[in-house]
């Protein structure tokens, strides 16, 4: 095809704030996994789909399957829709200890 660009499973972003490599990031309505570290404005690879372990929210139990948000002021993710841009679902339950902040993914990728 004349008009085919790329696969789409990753994209160049402009960085919106300093990332490390596995983390968080919100352009717009496009969020994505750093693939690795960049500087606020730098260019980098952001994975859109896959399944990966991302920081969230201690003292928040999740269910498989229920709904993930990114929280772009507190760079982490949550079950709360107020104010957060949904992601994709989680598929493994997490406990709610304060110590639980980290949560597995699928990312949507549909937006």
């Given at each position: 095809m004349k008009t085919y660009v790329q696969p789409g499973n990753t994209i160049t972003l402009t960085a919106p704030y300093a990332v490390a490599s596995g983390d968080g990031l919100l352009v717009g309505s496009i969020f994505g996994i750093a693939a690795g570290a960049a500087a606020l404005?730098?260019?980098?690879?952001?994975?859109?789909?896959?399944?990966?372990?991302?920081?969230?929210?201690?003292?928040q139990a999740w269910t498989v399957g229920a709904k993930v948000y990114w929280d772009d002021t507190n760079k982490r993710c949550t079950t709360v829709a107020t104010d957060n841009t949904l992601i994709g679902v989680a598929v493994e339950a997490v406990a709610s200890g304060a110590g639980d902040t980290i949560g597995r993914v699928r990312l949507n990728a549909a937006f």
């Open positions: 404005g730098e260019p980098v690879e952001a994975a859109l789909v896959g399944v990966f372990d991302i920081i969230k929210v201690g003292s």
